[in-house]
């Protein structure tokens, strides 16, 4: 298959644009930024606005040329959650890199005359709000805070591809873990420092999956035909933060037991603090796991030590 991810340059992209190109898939990043291509993976710069290309002589221009001849295509796009403190503005340039994507993306497939079969986009369990230690999966309410109601119109924007004839899969990202990217990049350094351990409380959820098992979840969502609809990219047994802190701890062989308070979090990153961090999530694969998807990561333990190890 010819695949166009959007937004694909990044942590998630670079590792299912390697697993996708070594099944012998044809793949196409459209990226804000220049990147040299190998072997089956082309770099293509887009500036999305909202809008497609205008053509050029009734045909696709630019990046709106890679949709025409797409098997399919998935949306990553979009600046990184925690990579700022929540300001208005920030608030903003989330909420718009989104939208304005994703909307490209269905202008670009709505002008083309051969449409891509299936969709992927991405999203995150921040879609459920939080809900203290209530096990939520695909057909629970959206939460109403501010990464709900991103999500929400994030999800709102792809689902105007069903109409256009693509089988649309969102898939509902937990925590992906890697050593060399994600939130778990974020949370070495004070481990391997000997000052790491749970966050606030250490009671509240933390739903994660193995990127070796993100990966494969997507794959097998492009290329299976009832995977469609909402898709909780979660292992099937999420943890407490006091419990993923120990598992980490022993991964790395360091101590796990300097909790950081709840007050300093919210000191340090404001709002994105009680997203999440403090509050938590307890997320299940329901659909997944309905549909057979098999995960090859069950368990946090193994899963940090494979994360710990992984380049």
Not at 124 to 140: N, P, Q, R, V, W
Request: some cysteine; aromatic content about 8%; glycine content about 10%.
């Amino acid at each position: 298959m010819k695949i166009v991810i959007a937004g694909g340059s990044g942590f998630l992209g670079r590792a299912l644009s390697a697993r996708l190109a070594d099944d012998a898939h044809d793949i196409v990043v459209l990226t804000r930024r220049e990147v040299a291509g190998s072997g089956r993976i082309r770099y293509i710069t887009w500036r999305p606005d909202g809008t497609a290309p205008p053509p050029e002589a009734g045909q696709p221009a630019g990046w709106a040329r890679e949709v025409e001849t797409a098997d399919a295509i998935v949306n990553l796009a979009g600046e990184g959650i925690a990579d700022r403190r929540w300001t208005a503005s920030r608030k903003r340039a989330l909420l718009d890199s989104r939208v304005h994507s994703t909307r490209s993306l269905v202008a670009a497939i709505r002008a083309a005359s051969t449409r891509p079969r299936a969709f992927v986009q991405a999203s995150g369990i921040g879609y459920y709000g939080t809900a203290g230690d209530d096990l939520l999966d695909e057909s629970s309410p959206p939460g109403s805070d501010f990464l709900a109601r991103l999500c929400m119109n994030w999800e709102a924007e792809a689902r105007a591809v069903e109409a256009l004839g693509c089988r649309l899969a969102i898939v509902r990202n937990g925590v992906v873990l890697a050593r060399h990217g994600g939130a778990l990049k974020r949370m070495l350094p004070p481990f391997l420092f000997f000052v790491g351990g749970p966050i606030a409380s250490g009671r509240q959820y933390l739903s994660w999956i193995a990127l070796d098992d993100w990966t494969a979840l997507v794959a097998w969502a492009l290329a299976t035909t009832t995977a469609s609809g909402a898709i909780n990219a979660t292992a099937p047994e999420p943890v407490t933060n006091a419990q993923f802190a120990q598992a980490l701890g022993q991964a790395l062989h360091r101590p796990s037991w300097i909790a950081v308070p709840g007050f300093a979090l919210r000191l340090l990153v404001g709002e994105l603090a009680d997203a999440g961090l403090i509050n938590g999530q307890r997320v299940a694969p329901k659909r997944a796991l309905s549909l057979g998807f098999a995960f090859q990561y069950l368990r946090i333990d193994s899963a940090l030590v494979a994360a710990v190890k992984s380049r």
